[in-house]
């Protein structure tokens, strides 16, 4: 995969792209990681941003530069990014999400900073609107962080076992089952005995079944969300 990231802050990338699985997943081959200072593609190299028509505080992002940065992106690459626009605006982040974009050949993160972004950027890019949640960063760059690590670890050979992907929280909207490792007890708090007996039937129905009480416990609103959909199937 390709990804390329347009930022007026790439610096701030640097680190967190060069470490862990997101680094492993460059060397391997797996994804190319593109950084792309917006800056330098404004005419006036120093004006990205400008004060707001009709007042208010703060300035906002300028479209020219966005645009400029991506007709010269796309003008050398014959496969059409998928783009994303990081936005509070934007659709919830979600795994199902960042299962759909593990599958794209290249995507392309347009990270926003001060005011947020000229209403044109938005109208004219046809771009996904993402957001990571309900509250306000002062940049797209660490939603873009966000949105990267969770998709590079579900392209296929990243993970050196790829049944980590698969038992793990939000799979089949569940989170996953309570995990435990050496010792078998510690401070008088055991391991459970059935993780311990080697009755591989009898582990995977305690995984299950936590599963499903953590999930209750935790997030019910997930297997509510199920619920609703799978009735409102049977309804049709
Ligand atoms: N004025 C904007 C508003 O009220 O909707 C917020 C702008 S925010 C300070 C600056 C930039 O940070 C945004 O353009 C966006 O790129 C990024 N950003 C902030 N919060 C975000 C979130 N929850 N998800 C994704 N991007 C976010």
């Not at 802050?9 to 492993?24: A, K």
């Not at 530069?65 to 659709?91: H, K, M, W, Y």
């Not at 990243?158 to 995990?179: A, I």
Request: with cysteine.
């Amino acid at each position: 995969m390709r990804i390329d990231i347009l930022t007026l802050f790439p610096e701030m990338f640097e680190n967190v792209l060069g470490s862990s699985i997101l680094r492993i997943a460059q060397e391997k081959g797996l994804v190319q990681y593109n950084l792309f200072n917006i800056r330098e593609y404004a005419e006036n190299r120093r004006c990205v941003d400008d004060r707001p028509y009709g007042g208010g505080p703060g300035m906002v992002m300028k479209p020219e530069p966005v645009f400029n940065t991506i007709e010269a992106i796309e003008s050398q690459t014959d496969v059409r990014p998928r783009r994303i626009l990081l936005t509070p605006q934007g659709c919830r982040f979600t795994q199902s999400i960042a299962k759909e974009l593990s599958k794209e050949p290249s995507v392309m993160l347009i990270c926003g900073h001060y005011e947020g972004f000229d209403e044109r950027i938005r109208t004219g890019l046809e771009a996904r609107e993402i957001s990571i949640g309900d509250y306000v960063l002062s940049g797209g760059e660490i939603p873009a962080m966000v949105v990267i690590d969770s998709v590079v670890r579900l392209i296929p050979g990243v993970l050196g076992d790829s049944n980590s992907t698969v038992n793990e929280s939000f799979n089949e909207d569940l989170l996953e089952y309570p995990q435990y490792t050496r010792p078998a007890e510690y401070r008088g708090m055991r391991v459970p005995d059935v993780l311990m007996s080697g009755n591989h039937q009898k582990i995977k129905e305690w995984q299950a079944n936590h599963a499903l009480k953590r999930t209750m416990e935790q997030r019910p609103d997930l297997i509510m969300n199920k619920k609703k959909f799978s009735l409102g199937n049977i309804e049709k």
